[in-house]
């Protein structure tokens, strides 16, 4: 009988062999087996399965592969909670068997649970406003507590808040062994952190959470992966919430890929002078449902929602009831909640320049407006 090392150096051989990419490995599991099995098997039965080049790189070890193995075993020894996932293992996760490609090894470090449990995806700009980030901690927060599961990339902006505010819900939890919490699919492999600001938040997802990628230990960031990264993130989870993304940006291709999947996508609307809107209204006019809170979300994907949960509520003032938002402040109220320039305000309210400076400076820092890019100015909705 194969040893569990024996075959997870098999896996790893046929991830390292060139040429032979997943549809063909695939393709070969499918007739033969295994990955041992394949390499195994005569010349004569690989020739009728995979061309001559193919066939070639599979009669011998790819170079560099002990290194490989060596490298993975010492990484899997070194900390618990660590597992190097197969296609052929019970805990790999079932909702990626469902996407045309799934990845034939996923290496993990957490809670294995989580990518069983149900779940969203929170994706959006990498440069997203203050405002984004607070609607991504937001919803993650509430979502987490009412025993959702966050799938994000741990990239900057909308993905590291929102597994910050998926970690923050998971305190909240109601009950114990609710899943909650955050997976995070990375573009490099787990022995790195991409980027290095996020090293300390990779530590609580990997403690509190699950970090999940299909690339082997020392694979850098390179730009192809983080396109492969995203479907992953869009077949593990039920829906796609997309908080702000440029119309060209990695989010929409995670939220094309969930539809394509048979996924919800869901986004969040905002200004229409804000370019970081112009991706969700876009996917809003294709279809996408349009959420103002977190049981907007757990609605649309027919998830319990917990009643001791709270969740954000719409970034959109009640009229009839005032204003929640304005802090009783003239200024914001004269904000509204598009991004406005500092002209835009003196002329609204009057104020002479140095004094209308000192109080945006005022607001900034006590967080209730953004300085946006371009001399822009935003109120930031309360939660």
């Given at each position: ?48 399965l995979v061309t001559p080049r193919e066939r070639q790189a599979l009669m011998r070890p790819p170079e560099g592969l002990d290194d490989d ?315």
């Amino acid at each position: 009988m194969q040893s569990h090392s024996e075959e997870q150096q098999a896996w790893l051989r046929l991830v390292r062999s060139p040429g032979i990419g997943p549809g063909t490995a695939r393709r070969l599991l499918l007739a033969l087996g295994s990955p041992q099995a394949i390499f195994d098997a005569p010349e004569a039965t690989l020739a009728q399965l995979v061309t001559p080049r193919e066939r070639q790189a599979l009669m011998r070890p790819p170079e560099g592969l002990d290194d490989d193995v060596a490298r993975t075993t010492a990484w899997l020894q070194a900390a618990p909670h660590r597992a190097l996932l197969t296609l052929g293992d019970a805990d790999y996760p079932p909702a990626l068997l469902q996407a045309s490609d799934p990845p034939l090894v996923l290496f993990a470090e957490g809670d294995l649970s989580l990518a069983q449990a149900p779940s969203v995806a929170i994706v959006g700009s990498r440069h997203a406003t203050a405002q984004g980030i607070d609607n991504a901690r937001m919803f993650a927060q509430a979502l987490s507590a009412a025993g959702v599961t966050v799938v994000s990339g741990l990239a900057r902006g909308i993905d590291a808040a929102a597994h910050e505010g998926a970690l923050a819900g998971q305190v909240l939890l109601p009950e114990p062994g609710r899943p909650g919490g955050t997976v995070a699919v990375v573009g490099t492999g787990l022995d790195l952190v991409y980027p290095k600001a996020h090293t300390r938040l990779a530590q609580q997802i990997a403690h509190r959470g699950l970090l999940l990628s299909e690339f082997l230990l020392g694979t850098p960031p390179l730009a192809g992966n983080f396109p492969r990264r995203n479907r992953i993130v869009a077949a593990l989870s039920r829906g796609t919430l997309v908080i702000e993304a440029a119309v060209q940006s990695g989010s929409l291709i995670t939220a094309r890929l969930a539809a394509e999947l048979g996924r919800e996508v869901m986004a969040i609307p905002g200004s229409i002078h804000a370019p970081q809107s112009r991706g969700c209204h876009a996917l809003i006019k294709q279809g996408a449902k349009l959420v103002e809170t977190a049981a907007d979300v757990m609605e649309e994907l027919q998830l319990a929602t917990l009643p001791a949960v709270s969740s954000p509520r719409a970034a959109v003032p009640d009229t009839a009831q005032g204003d929640p938002d304005d802090h009783g402040d003239p200024l914001v109220a004269a904000m509204g909640f598009d991004p406005v320039s500092q002209e835009a305000l003196a002329a609204r309210t009057g104020l002479p320049p140095a004094e209308l400076g000192a109080r945006l400076l005022e607001l900034e820092l006590m967080g209730v407006v953004a300085r946006l890019p371009g001399a822009l100015f935003q109120r930031r909705a309360a939660a």
